[in-house]
Structure formats: structure tokens, C-alpha cells
């Protein structure tokens, strides 16, 4: 099957600064990639859908300008999440579709765990 | 995209066959019937999907209603490994995919 490849896996960072992560198709393209935001124990909730070669388009209630999404090539979307604060700590997974002889299927990345002190 | 109803947790024994219900009444005729599996702190993993028809793959089956409002999917011997938090979902191919609450599996030994 087709691989997502997420990163960082893991990262702690001080309140204000801003974090970068990166979701890549590694063998397959997608001008489409999805970004869902996970709480524990909680189910996974779509934030936006990453759009290759313009805008993205973000669930209601989702910031677009605490949540900047930018999909600059069709193997990369990335997730920068702007002056973060600890209530923005959460699991971010990242997820891209790919056609396959089985039919469409969503592959998604490992996830990245923000923590924000 | 259509609303998902299953059961918050489920057990199982170890070796026996795991069957997880999902309604799904509002699924629309062009939306399959798609099932992830989500491994604490891992990314979901799909298993399995379906339009009308019964499926079949080497991690599980699938049974999907006439009326297609609910499905079944099916574990057949189940194992440790396999407890997970499943979710189905109604998808149609590059649109967004959305999670309702899931169904936490937790095989016993």
C-alpha cells in the first residue's frame, strides 16, 4: 500500500513559538492531504483539507490563521501551527488518498504529538 | 458524508470471531462503506471497504446490509494485537473522510 510519512513524531515546544509539521506522500501524489487534530481518548477530528496549488479549506471553528496549511509540491502539505499555546497540545495525523486496484483508500501518517508548556 | 453510530467498547476473547456493528442510515448510494483501526498513539489503518457488496480481505470481512444502512465487520479469530479503537465511515473517493466515536475493541486474553 501507498506510505505517509509524518514529522516530526514528537515535539515539545515553549508557548508562542510556532511548529512545523510535515506530512509526504512517498510514492504515490496527492493534490488532496487532510489534517485531523486528535484529544485523548477523544475520536479524530478533521481541521482542513490541504489543497495542492491553492488555498485550503478549514472545518468550522478551525483557525485559519492559528493553523497555516501550505501544499507546495504534490508529495508535501505541511502543518505550521502558529504561537502555539497549551491548548493547542494534541495528536495532528496527517492523511493523503491514493487509488488503488482495490479502489480509493486514505493512507495517514503516524501522527505528530505536540505538547506545548 | 454520512453520520456512523456504533457501540463505545466491545470486548472479545482472544481467538474468537469480533464483530463490530456501524449504522450508517444516511449513507448516500455513491458513498462506500469504509473501516479504520486506530493502535493508541498510531496513525488509523485502514482495513477494509465496501459499496453493496459482502468483502472479504486477509484482516477481516465486511458485511453490508440490502438497504446498506448498517454493515458488520468481522475478525474472524481475533488476537491480542488487534485491540484497537474501529471506526467506519461513508466515504467517496478524494473527499474528506470523517470520524464519528468508534467502537474500542479490547481482546482478552
Known amino acids: 500500500g501507498a506510505v505517509v510519512s509524518q514529522h516530526p513524531s514528537r515535539v515539545i515546544c515553549k508557548s508562542g513559538t510556532s511548529v512545523k509539521i510535515e506530512c509526504r506522500s512517498l510514492?504515490?501524489?496527492?493534490?488532496?492531504m487532510f489534517w485531523y487534530r486528535q484529544f485523548p481518548k477523544q475520536s479524530l477530528m478533521l481541521m482542513a483539507t490541504?489543497?495542492?496549488?491553492?488555498?485550503?479549506?478549514?472545518e468550522q471553528g478551525v483557525e485559519k490563521d492559528k493553523f497555516l496549511i501550505n501544499h507546495a509540491s504534490l508529495t508535501l502539505s505541511t502543518l505550521t501551527v502558529t504561537s502555539a499555546h497549551p491548548e493547542d497540545s494534541s495528536f495532528y495525523i496527517c492523511?493523503?488518498?491514493?487509488?488503488?486496484?482495490?479502489?480509493?483508500?486514505?493512507?495517514f501518517g503516524s501522527g505528530t504529538q505536540l505538547s506545548v508548556l | 458524508d454520512a453520520k456512523t453510530t456504533q457501540p463505545t467498547s466491545m470486548d472479545c476473547a482472544e481467538g474468537r470471531a469480533a464483530n463490530l456493528p456501524c449504522n450508517h442510515s444516511?449513507?448516500?448510494?455513491?458513498?462506500?462503506v469504509y473501516w479504520y483501526r486506530q493502535i493508541h498513539s498510531q496513525g488509523p489503518q485502514y482495513i477494509i471497504h465496501?459499496?453493496?457488496n459482502n468483502e472479504t480481505n486477509e484482516m477481516a470481512s465486511l458485511i453490508i446490509t440490502e438497504d446498506r444502512k448498517s454493515s458488520t465487520l468481522i475478525l474472524p479469530h481475533a488476537t491480542l494485537r488487534d485491540t484497537a479503537v474501529y471506526y467506519c465511515?461513508?466515504?467517496?473517493?478524494?473527499?474528506?473522510?470523517?470520524f464519528g466515536t468508534g467502537t474500542r475493541l479490547t481482546i482478552i486474553p
Open positions: 510514492d504515490f501524489q496527492a493534490t488532496t
Open positions: 465496501g459499496l453493496k
Open positions: 490541504s489543497n495542492e496549488g491553492s488555498k485550503a479549506t478549514y
Open positions: 492523511s493523503a488518498p491514493s487509488l488503488q486496484a482495490s479502489g480509493e483508500k486514505l493512507f
Open positions: 465511515s461513508g466515504y467517496f473517493g478524494n473527499e474528506k473522510l470523517t
Open positions: 444516511t449513507i448516500s448510494g455513491n458513498e462506500y
